[in-house]
């Protein structure tokens, strides 16, 4: 889910809702310590915010950093004709704006967050849109977004982005349990404060599968050096099969950052500058080993 449909400072009000290349599909709003999440735009998001309902409150208590916790599921009416949800306001602000820079700090609490989320989910567990089954399945994602940042000077070595995902998508499927995943993390959802990270926000794509798609966040959001340290905290450790299929996420996951930002720059519905940065520097230490 492309979307960023976590929350909006408080100083940000409407204005602040951000979106993406497949359109904004929520907002919130801050009212003191709550916050209320509307759906707009796409009618998809009407379900994320009853599953973020149904999910949450049973998750939050088991994780180590906040996260924004339902308390009430409004129903269409007269004066809203559509779902909205009120949930706890979690402080922080969000990586693209304010990337972690305490690397040892934000390796370990990140590895910590997805250690106790990555749990064996119920049966009835929503599944993924798209992502968190077998990596090969987003071959002609992958293509498409490859030759289209090619084409707009986006990539500087695509033979290289190339190489890692293919690595990626040739690796051993996830033979394990489905476990709870996030399954956006990307900057705009993970919230920081004193150069580490203080909350993880918009859970609209939970859904339980490969732990592989959360690991990618190790080459997403933390700074250079930091992801070994992620993968020898996080538990169970990750065995080379699943840090190929992460790697392969990854990739997915900063040409997404990548077009984002270019849309941004060219003032296209959707489009956030910001992510540029950390997608390009994921880009860089994915394709490292490439050139090694």
Request: one cysteine or more.
């Amino acid at each position: 889910m492309g979307g960023d449909r976590g929350q909006v400072r408080p100083q940000q009000g409407r204005e602040g809702a951000q979106g993406a290349v497949n359109g904004v599909e929520g907002a919130a709003e801050s009212l003191h310590d709550l916050a209320v999440r509307v759906p707009w735009a796409t009618r998809s998001a009407d379900a994320l915010l009853r599953k973020e309902h149904t999910w949450l409150p049973l998750l939050a208590p088991h994780l180590p950093l906040p996260i924004p916790v339902p308390q009430r599921l409004g129903e269409p009416s007269e004066r809203f004709p559509r779902p909205w949800l009120v949930t706890t306001w979690v402080p922080g602000e969000p990586a693209d704006r304010a990337p972690a820079t305490r690397s040892a700090e934000a390796a370990v609490i990140l590895a910590d967050f997805l250690t106790a989320l990555h749990r064996p989910a119920p049966d009835g567990a929503p599944a993924g849109r798209n992502r968190g089954g077998p990596l090969a399945e987003t071959a002609e994602q992958f293509t498409q977004a490859l030759a289209s940042a090619t084409e707009l000077g986006l990539v500087r070595d695509p033979e290289a982005v190339r190489a890692v995902w293919e690595d990626a998508a040739a690796a051993p499927d996830w033979a394990g349990p489905r476990l709870w995943l996030h399954g956006d993390l990307h900057p705009a959802n993970i919230l920081t404060a004193n150069g580490t990270f203080s909350g993880v926000i918009d859970f609209g794509d939970l859904f339980a599968g490969d732990p592989a798609c959360d690991l990618a966040a190790a080459w997403i959001l933390l700074p250079d050096g930091a992801a070994d340290l992620f993968h020898g905290t996080y538990q169970p450790s990750p065995d080379t099969a699943t840090l190929r299929r992460a790697r392969g996420w990854a990739v997915l996951r900063a040409l997404a950052g990548i077009h984002i930002a270019d849309a941004g720059v060219h003032g296209r519905p959707g489009g956030k500058p910001t992510w540029g940065p950390p997608a390009h520097a994921a880009l860089q230490r994915l394709t490292a080993s490439v050139h090694r």
